[in-house]
């Protein structure tokens, strides 16, 4: 049963929304809506002390992402950093979206003194004082930033930090292109579109009734990375896919998607605040917006595969079957090894890591963004 708390600041939330929505004269654009149930300050589900990461429902969270899964994840990831932190003579790590702090526990534990310092970018209060506790040992080397610096050095991580930033929604009623956002409806909300001029960064064909998203606040994260990076490379770990199977005619419903109690719903406009909205990436985008300020990709492939490329078969000799089931939930197609890929980018880093980062040597898939 909610706590008068948690039921409180659930109120609060739809109430600051639709306030919004009275100011906007009756609709609010999607992606403004979802920034609201996510982040905000106090309200939103990711700025609130709530425990949204965990392997199972009866610990209160609501689903599980591969450092919380299993060690072995950041302990293969670490050898693609540990090459990318040689290749670009830096010892900084940047983690944007740190969650619970697993994976930087992980990487700081395995990669030692090779790391210098560790940033942490994470816009929830409620997360860092998780991720404080979680990084006891390695204090000292541990810095949280509310904002980027104007230059950076180093190596970025960020592990399903892009799905999370929000969304555009496009709906094609079968003539024009309608922009879908939310109006208030009594206590709750409803969607309303209007005509805009915004178009899938793709040509189709789509059929009538199609809705999609656009991600112009992940492409311009990516930009921002990439004109503040003076010298470094960059891994993100996401689900998604390049923009011609993203856009494809039979995925006409979208991937808009919300997670509670390790359940996945279609439907953002109930229980606001209390679960998970998401939207899977567009990776083509994501590998034009790096390469357009600037950087050069590595390669782009499976979560699988560049697992595999990193040693983690090896990591499993003489490991127990509870470990191994996690470690196959990470690499099986049907869980997390085909639909989670791997992109990486590099700015002023040497040539022969360029063109040879060890998570692409086989199974690179560049070829189809």
Known sequence: MPSEESA???AALPALIRRAIARDGGWLPFDRFMAMALYAPGL???????RQFGRLPGSGSDFVTAPELSPLFGRALARQLAQALDASGTDTLWEFGAGSGALALSLLDTLGERVGRYHIVDVSGALRARQHETLRRHASRVQWLDALPETMQGVVIGNEVLDAMPVQLLHFDGRQWLERGVTASGEGFAWRDRPTALRPPHDGPFVPGTVTELHA?????????AERLARGAAFFVDYGFPAAEYYHPQRRGGTLMCHRAHLADADPLIDVGDKDITAHVDFTGIALAGQD???EVLGYTTQARFLMNCGFLDMLAGAGPAVIADAQKLLNEHEMGELFKVIGFAKGCAPTFVEAPIGFTAGDRTHTL
């Open 8 to 10: 409180s600041v659930s």
């Open 44 to 50: 939103g589900y990711y700025a609130r002390d709530s």
């Open 217 to 225: 606040q992940a492409l311009a994260f990516i930009a921002t990375i």
């Open 293 to 295: 300020a600037g950087l």
